[in-house]
């Protein structure tokens, strides 16, 4: 089993940056793949992005396409979430997630194995 803790939500105003930490610790991290989703208030979770293993590949949602950079630290079991350019429709508890599965990077929370509680990020107009 994998814990995972996300940070570094806040308020920013739009067209600013975030930067989303997601620290893991139990099994070895780097025999997950990660995901990014999101929850805005009355929508259902979302996908953002994903990563694999070694972070060769990387996987977003087009809502965030070339605004949003997932990267990784297997030696420090953290994935990150580059946020730049927001918006106020980034505005959602984000949260990050554990895949123990193999083939194409997953964009469907019902294959993320273990996840974290979330963190809030709102972007004001």
């Known amino acids: 089993q994998v814990q995972l803790v996300e940070s570094g939500g806040g308020l920013v105003q739009a067209g600013g940056s975030l930067r989303l930490s997601c620290a893991a610790s139990g099994r070895t991290f780097s025999n997950y793949r990660m995901g990014w989703f999101r929850q805005a208030p009355g929508k259902e979770r979302e996908f953002v992005s994903a990563i694999s293993r070694r972070g060769s590949s990387t996987h977003y949602a087009d809502s965030v396409k070339g605004r949003f950079t997932i990267s990784r630290d297997n030696a420090k079991n953290t994935v990150y979430l580059q946020m730049n350019s927001l918006k106020p429709e980034d505005t959602a508890v984000y949260y990050c997630?554990?895949?123990?599965?193999?083939?194409?990077?997953?964009?469907?929370?019902?294959?993320?194995?273990?996840w974290g509680q979330g963190t809030q990020v709102t972007v004001s107009s």
């Open positions: 997630a554990a895949d123990e599965g193999w083939g194409l990077l997953n964009s469907e929370e019902g294959h993320y194995d273990y």
